[in-house]
RNA sequence: GUGGAUGUAGCUCAGUUGGUUAGAGCGCCAGGUUGUGGCCCUGGAGGCCGGGGGUUCAAGUCCCCUCAUUCACCCCA
């Protein structure tokens, strides 16, 4: 076959099916937010360059390798958002946020764009529901922000198992570094070229290696570096996590790779997708708001959450509740078929009519795959006011008085209208 | 950006040591039933065998390049 125009690499059409999921999973979420008090937000696809270079730093991967930026006809630098909250973060300190009653509760649901290789469950453009609860530093934010996750995964079936760190805070990060770069600094030789150059630019990163030959085991750990306050955040959030049941794990090599992480940073992964396993993952970022332009201190924690890699562990089935829709076949011309359609939609429920010029045969066929019911209009009983009502899951067909129609549908399509 | 695997009909795949007009199942359309689906039967549409170049009398089959998909690394949702 010869395509001549094909979609750009990484990205994808969501076809009808695929596209119930995803409003499936959109509401799931809507819904469990709204009952911890969160409200939507929508930032521009694109923003200014700077916002996210400045927000999420310089030396990320999204901001060197990934990123989708642009100049426009004036001459700005754009870039499409490859991540929801340092926009968030813009839009907070825009809006003057710090002046409506705090915290502030916020979700978001938009396409994410990052010029990544795509594979399973990474795309170029995908979506992110996400959250973000912002003016508070107490350790119960972070609890909630969590939870909220624990929340959406369990809804649609999961019982997802939470992995938590903290990367400390201003006073013990810069120490906790400075201890594990002269621990790497003294086995430089023994590691792998990525972890060469990780030492140089984000020596945290080094605890991910994934080829790692045992210098991890006596690698320090930040826990043994946690300031008093940092380590009482974090007992304050796991102790929540523990009376709320959540099960939690700390994973000392957890660190995220945004240079807005601060504190608390946690993952919820589901094994099922191989590579790209993590599900949700978020943390605490105090010092966000100031990157872009805020005045005053402003904490804030929330997370992320791919909606196709989720929808990716779900089972097939999940947001495919098919309506049973009303068939209206023609017989004749055709005009009583689509007006008496047209009744039935009026009425609230789901009508589908040939537009083919089919055969009743052909007709009754194509009802099979899309409806559960079909209405015979424009024959002999037509004519005498009634029409055969076929339930196509039983084989049985009744008569019904035109008056009647629209109301025995309804009874029978009932609680299962769109 | 690096490495591996894979590209034949809408889908899943077959195509023998290179050899005439490239096949199957499912799906789709129509008919068998001048007014009735699911089963069955018959027929039909639909392929420059991902693209380009090369070797050869001859290439879906061999070689090179390229593009795409996919898995892993990297990174992340």
Redesign the pocket.
Known sequence: ???QY?????TQDVLPEASERLEALRRLTRGVTARYGYGEIQTPVFEQTAVFVDGVGEG???VQH?RYTFTDAGGVSLTLRP?GTAAVARAYVEHNMATWPQPVRLYYWQP?F?R?????????Q?T?YGIELVGSEHFSADAEVIAVGVRILAEVGKAPQVLVNSMGDEVCRPRYREALVSYYTDHFEALCE?CQA?LRI?PL?LL????DVGLKAGAPDIADYWCEACRAHFDGVTALLGAMDVRWTRDSGL????DYYHRTVF?IQDPAL?????????GRYDGLANRVGAAGRTPGVG????A??LLLTLPPEYGQNRRPRVFVAR?GDGQDAFLCAEQIRRAGLAADVDV?G?????Q??????RAAW?V?AG????AEGRA?V????????EEVALGDLVGYLAERVGADRP
Do not use: Y
Not at 255 to 258: D, F, H, P, S, T
Not at 274 to 282: D, K, P
Not at 364 to 369: L, P
């Open positions: 076959m010869q395509e094909r979609r750009p690499r990484g990320t991967d999204i990934e991540e994410m990052r990544e290789r795509p594979q399973a469950g990474r795309f170029r995908h992110q990525d990780r984000n990163r991910d290696c994934k080829r660190v995220r790779g945004l993952e191989g590579a790209q396993s993590t599900l949700i993952g978020g997370f992320g959450a791919g196709e890699r017989v083919m089919r055969s009743l045969k052909a009754m066929k194509d009802a099979a795959r079909v015979i024959g002999r009983e037509w055969p076929r339930d196509l899951a039983s084989g049985s067909t």
